[in-house]
Nanobody, 124 residues
Framework: QVQLVESGGGSVQAGGSLRLSCAAS????????MGWFRQAPGKEREGVAS????????DYADSVKGRFTISQDNTKNTVYLQMNSLKPEDTAVYYC?????????????????WGQGTQVTVSS
């Protein structure tokens, strides 16, 4: 089992920044990929960013490229999502997730373990 706890959400104005954190515990060595996903009301959950824990390879959704940065600190078993130049359309609940095997990085169904989510609200 892998437990994930997100933090860092909140409310900001458009153009602002937030940094989300995801602390992993349990069988953390089994993580192959870590990802950030988001779900807005009435919409499907979508992949935002992912990182392969062993190599550091990152993938981003087109909608956040150049604005969001995913990173990891393996000494703390923590993954971060730095979000800059936030837009109202970034408003959603953001989830951290862990995948164990070889996957399509931004595919939500590929991830096994999920955090509880943290709300991000961007006002215009």
């Amino acid at each position: 089992q892998v437990q994930l706890v997100e933090s860092g959400g909140g409310s900001v104005q458009a153009g602002g920044s937030l940094r989300l954190s995801c602390a992993a515990s349990g069988y953390t060595y089994r993580r192959n990929y870590m990802g950030w996903f988001r779900q807005a009301p009435g919409k499907e959950r979508e992949g935002v960013a992912s990182i392969k824990t062993s190599s550091g390879r990152v993938d981003y959704a087109d909608s956040v490229k150049g604005r969001f940065t995913i990173s990891q600190d393996n000494t703390k078993n923590t993954v971060y999502l730095q979000m800059n130049s936030l837009k109202p359309e970034d408003t959603a609940v953001y989830y951290c997730a862990a995948a164990l095997g070889v996957i399509i990085p931004l595919q939500p169904s590929a991830y096994t373990y999920w955090g509880q989510g943290t709300q991000v609200t961007v006002s215009s």
